[in-house]
């Protein structure tokens, strides 16, 4: 009897630095008391990332080639700045799920973020198609749980120098998601 392949939740990301993580922070409990009577799961500042390509649930033996294809990445992009710019709502049909903070339009990000997805497809690994809307998610709404109509209106202008990018597992637990750094890779540029 074949033993069943261990498989992990992955996901590739940017990290924020701790002054990053301290600003969205400050900022996160200041939008928390404005919306304390919502329905709403905070994410803790240590889990504050930006997303670049989502993995889903993937044999733990696929990591090594993982690694590689995030090595590469950091090899071909150099160190990029990336510009927060105060709050969005994302959601699907019109329902907010999400509160975030934005991320201004970036070519380098983009680039980057495509030539990951595009180097993860060519290698067989099945990365959801979704427009690229580059944020750094702050709370999720639970349920049905409506937010009020007119959100409030908080500025937040922070630029991060972005210098690494990082595989990570998630692990869903009672009280959370815990994302725990698998490898992380060093832009460079130099590829």
Do not use: C
């Not at 009897?1 to 969205?24: H, N």
């Not at 996160?28 to 008391?33: A, E, I, N, Q, W």
């Not at 495509?114 to 979704?130: A, T, W």
């Not at 869903?172 to 725990?180: E, M, N, S």
């Amino acid at each position: 009897m074949d033993k069943e392949a261990k498989t992990v939740r992955l996901f590739m990301a940017i990290p924020l630095t701790g002054e990053a993580t301290e600003t969205v922070g400050h900022f996160s409990r200041r939008l928390k008391k404005q919306l304390s009577g919502a329905d709403i799961r905070w994410i803790p500042p240590e889990n504050y990332h930006l997303t670049l390509a989502f993995l889903g649930n993937q044999p733990e033996e696929k990591i090594p080639l993982l690694s590689e294809i995030l090595k590469r990445a950091g090899r071909q992009a150099a160190p990029l700045q990336i510009t927060m710019n105060g709050m969005q709502q994302l959601g699907v049909f019109a329902r907010t799920r999400f509160l975030a903070v934005s991320i201004e339009e970036n070519i380098a990000l983009t680039v980057l973020q495509d030539r990951l997805v595009r180097d993860l497809s060519e290698n067989g690994f099945e990365v959801p198609v979704r427009e690229f809307i580059p944020h750094i998610t702050l709370a999720r709404v639970r349920g049905r749980a409506a937010l009020p109509r007119t959100l409030p209106n908080m500025e937040l202008t922070f630029r991060e120098q972005v210098t690494e990018i990082g595989l990570y597992r998630s692990e869903t637990l009672q009280d959370g998601a815990v994302y725990t750094p698998v490898v992380r890779a060093v832009l460079t540029g130099r590829d």
